[in-house]
């Protein structure tokens, strides 16, 4: 017999030892060892996000909080916050922007894979953080997640009874999912409202998922580009899981905040100019041109990443409205 692989053993010792185990405590560990051990990005990787397929998109993003900041009257101690940047490819781009209208805040990335955080190293100068609770107090926060919630872990139940994930050979789950809940996206959104109504600011979250109390299974695995079985090879392929916006936008609302959206990305991307964008990196690069337009429709096509992808503003009271949505 092969080896198996470190964490599918530690995971089958734990479940000889204790029994079947959440799905959510598989998910939370088989995401932490995937992202801890590699860089999953691009074509040579897993997957492919908005941030990688152009710098418009958090060009764009930049755009945005400039705009608020600006008319919020230009409060000096703000500070740009990202949880789970990958490359910092976002960050880059944002805040490359963001100077560009006067804003330079200093940057704390909520980031736990120690690999990951060399990559955002190499790309910007920051602070790093495992969670919200030592990104410092003053002044107001401009926090942006693409694609954070997604690989957050995710209960799953059918009827009141909780799924569980066994191993008899292989590991599987023992009931039909009818319904999925993530506590640990709610903790996060209330974390970050009652940082919000203390300090200001707003934040943005773009994400796969759906505006509507959503129902069914939608945990999956993604290697090589290719949907996989979640229950195969945990720690070594990437799972996710739907984003409930309905969920998040409830919980901020009983917290305070005032939110906007969810809107679809290409309806928001398209309402923050990404056509403008395009159209001046074209007129710069014309041997880009193809390029530049290929990108831009992969993220605003509504068969593409525009429709399914989704996002949503998180604004402290006081503040004013986001533009695009
Ligand atoms: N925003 C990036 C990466 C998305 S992948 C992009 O759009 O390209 C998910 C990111 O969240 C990775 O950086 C991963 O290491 C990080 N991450 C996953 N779970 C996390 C957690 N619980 N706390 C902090 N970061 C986490």
């Given amino acids: 017999m092969s080896q198996p692989l470190p964490l599918e053993a530690r995971l089958r010792a734990r479940i000889a030892a204790e029994g079947p185990i959440p799905i959510a405590d598989y998910m939370a560990e088989a995401n932490a060892h995937y992202y801890a051990t590699r860089d999953p990005f691009g074509v040579e990787g897993d997957f492919t996000t908005a941030p990688e397929i152009s710098q418009m998109f958090g060009e764009l993003i930049g755009v945005w909080f400039a705009d608020l900041w600006q008319r919020a009257g230009e409060p000096k101690a703000a500070r740009y916050v990202e949880f789970g940047p990958g490359r910092g490819t976002l960050a880059e781009d944002a805040l490359r922007a963001m100077r ?25 100068p920051a602070r790093w953080h495992d969670s919200l609770a030592t990104v410092p107090e003053g002044g107001p926060l401009l926090v942006v997640a693409n694609e954070f919630f997604d690989a957050l872990p995710i209960r799953q139940f059918e009827g009141d009874r909780e799924l569980l994930v066994g191993y008899d050979g292989r590991f599987a789950r023992d009931g039909t999912v009818e319904t999925e809940t993530s506590p640990a996206s709610l903790a996060i959104v209330g974390d970050l409202a009652r940082r919000l109504l203390a300090q200001g600011g707003a934040a943005l979250i773009v994400d796969y998922g759906h505006d509507r109390p959503g129902t069914g299974d939608t945990l999956q695995a993604v290697s090589d580009h290719a949907y996989a079985d979640p229950f195969q090879a945990p720690g070594e392929q990437d799972l996710s899981a739907h984003v409930d ?23 928001w991307l398209n309402a923050m100019g990404i056509k403008l964008r395009a159209a001046s990196l074209a007129k710069a690069a014309p041997e880009r041109a193809a390029d530049i337009l290929a990108a831009r429709v992969r993220l605003t096509a509504p068969d593409q990443m525009g429709r399914l992808f989704k996002a949503m503003a998180l604004v402290a009271p006081g503040w004013p409205e986001p533009a695009g949505f």
């Fill in 245 to 267: 916006f309905h969920a998040l936008g409830l919980a901020a609302r009983a917290a305070g905040l005032r939110v906007f959206g969810p809107a679809a990305q290409g309806v």
């Fill in 100 to 124: 560009g209208a006067g804003l330079s805040p200093p940057v704390e990335l909520i980031e736990t894979s120690p690999a990951l955080r060399l990559a955002q190293a190499e790309r910007v």
